[in-house]
């Protein structure tokens, strides 16, 4: 059986967007199928949709944050604090070892690269200059590590 780590991956080198990857990897832990789970996380991909903003792998996380503790009430600011305090472990932890959350930092992209809605095809140039799966896989390292944590 395989790691949830080589899954997402596999995910990820089988087509599937950064945050997808990651989301749709651990979803189903918390009832939500895999199909749902990937069309949830489509849009963060590539920096939330292309834009080269925050990671889609670091989404793919903060989205797990949500349904691990995420708040379900209008005026829950303890669950709300909670919430963005995970958030907040797991954006530092993947800082800490990726160096940035910011896709175009971590690409190394120049600021105000010009962007495009078309994804990029998966060559073997595109692997040799994406560092993707090891982004992939270093978030989904850090929620099997809060999850061996929380028990």
Sequence with gaps: MESKIEK??????????????????????????EKTALRMS????????????????????????????????????EGKENNYKLVQQLAEKFKEINGSCICSELLGLEVNSPISPKPEARTEQYFKKRPCPLLVESAAQIWEDFQKQKK
């Design 42 to 77: 489509a849009s963060f991909g590539g920096g939330i949709g292309r834009m080269r903003q925050t990671c889609g792998a670091a989404c793919g996380l903060f989205m797990l944050a949500g349904l691990e503790n995420g708040s379900t009430t209008e005026h829950d600011a």
């Design 8 to 33: 997402a991956k596999a995910l990820f080198k089988s087509g599937f967007n950064c945050s997808q990857s990651v989301f749709a990897t651990y979803a189903p832990d918390y009832g939500i199928d």
